[in-house]
């Protein structure tokens, strides 16, 4: 079955970094839409970027553009959020999604267009 497991949240620093990875099995990654949401405490999940099975196109929240950058290793099945210039509001559990995806330069930001999804991992940025 479809396995995706992210890693690299913790507490950091208002103006830090993180880098978050997301490891992906059980399925064919190099066909899969990729994308990062998060969901803070009483919150919608929302979402944050995505990119394509290709890598070679991106898309960001515009609460985020600027400061983060989505990509993807196709060889090791694990897409990557590095994450600059934190901030408190950064804070949530960020979840990773996949789709099945093979040609075009679609990007798809709604929660209801991703069918997989990890168990996400905790950002907390301290002001």
């Known amino acids: 079955q479809v396995q995706l497991a992210e890693s690299g949240g913790g507490l950091v620093q208002a103006g830090g970094s993180l880098r978050l990875s997301c490891a992906a099995s059980g399925l064919t990654f190099s066909r899969t839409a990729m994308a990062w949401f998060r969901q803070a405490p009483g919150k919608d999940r929302e979402f944050v970027a995505a990119?394509?099975?290709?890598?070679?196109?991106?898309s960001y929240a515009d609460s985020v553009k600027g400061r983060f950058t989505i990509s993807r290793d196709n060889a090791k099945n694990t897409v990557y959020l590095q994450m600059n210039s934190l901030k408190p509001e950064d804070t949530a559990v960020y979840y990773c999604?996949?789709?099945?995806?093979?040609?075009?330069?679609?990007?798809?930001?709604?929660?209801?267009?991703?069918?997989?999804w990890g168990q996400g991992t905790q950002v907390t940025v301290s002001s």
């Open positions: 999604a996949a789709r099945y995806q093979y040609g075009g330069i679609n990007l798809f930001s709604g929660v209801h267009e991703y069918n997989n």
């Open positions: 990119v394509t099975w290709s890598g070679g196109t991106t």
